[in-house]
């Protein structure tokens, strides 16, 4: 599987440990992060992937702001962006070759679209522009209009671009609790029947779902399978080979060589076992008991909210979201903690 992550992660630093839970159930090629609020000071990183940022600050303070994380094996350079808008783009290389742009435009910002087509115009076709527009438009599933859905939707279509949004509500307002959908995921049409797009079913710990685009037929990452040639049926590999790869079978065939090979790897199939085509997910030995309970818990409110959408239970819902921030941090201090200790214990 090839997938990209999408996700308004309100605050880079607060929920890097999601990422983390995020790389091990998805090991996406790419994440597009927006309301990243970084500094260009801060010292943020991903193990195993390289980070392209753009910073922005209001009133002094780091606010808004967007980045991209490129998994360190996939083959890929930056994109120079001449904008002020917050955007961010890098171009990789997978079976195409594609650039990815993330972009945060803030509730109150005006957008135009000569604003925007100077953005895509300075990104390399085909491309997949990501981000949070606080646009709201029923054409990608919200329930009201707004000046910037309008734009938006005027600008998807005088460019002839594509939506992959499904209609899927991507953002639970932290005051009031209403759903709405106002990250939109905007494409070359080239690209539309390339990939799938779902919204995750967990907020992460922000206040916008993951979107996950998956790619639907390669795969970067995938590892080419190996014959396990110590766990093979060597007895039975000799005789279907006497049976089944007789010299006379290859006379009267068009493409002898091709014969031969197809014969062969389908007696190897049969008689040898082969390593898994999966990556292996990276572990996380921090993750405990604590942090699944802490994480359940959270999930558990929030479906609670969405039964019953009451004051209290939104306010219970950013309490467990608030202890599972907590309870996975001091794991992983816990953890690195003993580590050392017993590095400490085994070097003496
Ligand atoms: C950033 O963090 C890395 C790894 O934790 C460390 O090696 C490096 O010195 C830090 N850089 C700064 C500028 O603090
Ligand atoms: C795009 O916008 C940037 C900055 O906003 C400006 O410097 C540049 O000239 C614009 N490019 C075009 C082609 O209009
Ligand atoms: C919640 O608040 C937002 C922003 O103030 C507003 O746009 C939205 O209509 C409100 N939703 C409900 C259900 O009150």
């Not at 996700?7 to 990243?36: D, H, M, Y």
């Not at 070759?97 to 679209?113: Q, R, V």
């Not at 604003?115 to 919200?142: C, E, R, V, Y």
């Not at 999930?299 to 608030?322: C, D, G, V, W, Y």
Request: net charge positive; aromatic share 8%; charged share 20%.
């Amino acid at each position: 599987m090839t997938n990209i992550i999408q996700w308004n992660c309100r605050g880079l630093k607060i929920n890097l440990i999601q990422l983390t839970l995020l790389v091990q159930s998805f090991l996406p090629i790419a994440f597009c992060l927006q309301e990243t609020r970084l500094k260009e000071s801060d010292n943020v990183s991903l193990k195993g992937y390289n980070m392209y940022s753009t910073f922005s600050k209001v009133d002094e303070r780091a606010a808004g702001g967007s980045s991209i994380f490129v998994k360190d094996n996939v083959i890929h350079s930056t994109v120079q962006l001449t904008t002020d808008l917050q955007a961010v783009a890098i171009r990789l290389s997978l079976d195409k070759t594609i650039t990815l742009c993330s972009i945060y435009i803030p509730p109150s910002s005006i957008i135009d679209k000569a604003k925007l087509k100077n953005l895509t115009d300075q990104l390399p076709s085909p491309f997949i522009l990501m981000g949070d527009f606080n646009a709201h438009n029923p054409l990608w599933g919200s329930k009201t209009h707004n000046a910037k859905g309008k734009i938006i939707e005027d600008f998807v279509s005088q460019e002839g671009l594509c939506i992959f949004n499904d209609g899927s509500n991507t953002y639970l307002h932290p005051g009031n609790g209403s759903y709405s959908s106002i990250d939109i995921t905007i494409c070359d049409p080239s690209l539309l029947q390339d990939y799938s797009w779902r919204v995750h079913d967990d907020l992460c710990g922000s206040d916008h779902f993951p979107i996950v685009p998956e790619h639907l037929f390669t795969s970067a990452q995938q590892r080419v399978p190996r014959w396990k040639l110590d766990k093979a049926d060597w007895p039975l590999f000799e005789n279907l080979c006497q049976a089944e790869l007789q010299s006379k079978m290859f006379e009267t065939v068009r493409d002898p060589i091709l014969t031969f090979n197809t014969v062969l790897t389908s007696i190897a199939d049969r008689t040898i076992p082969k390593t898994s085509a999966n990556p292996k997910h990276p572990s996380k030995p921090w993750f405990d008991d604590a942090c699944d309970q802490a994480i359940g818990d959270r999930k558990k409110s929030e479906r609670r909210f969405n039964q019953q959408p009451t004051t209290e239970n939104l306010s219970n819902f950013h309490i467990f979201r608030a202890k599972a921030r907590r309870t996975c941090r001091q794991a992983r201090r816990t953890s690195w903690k003993n580590l050392s200790r017993g590095l400490h214990l085994a070097l003496r």
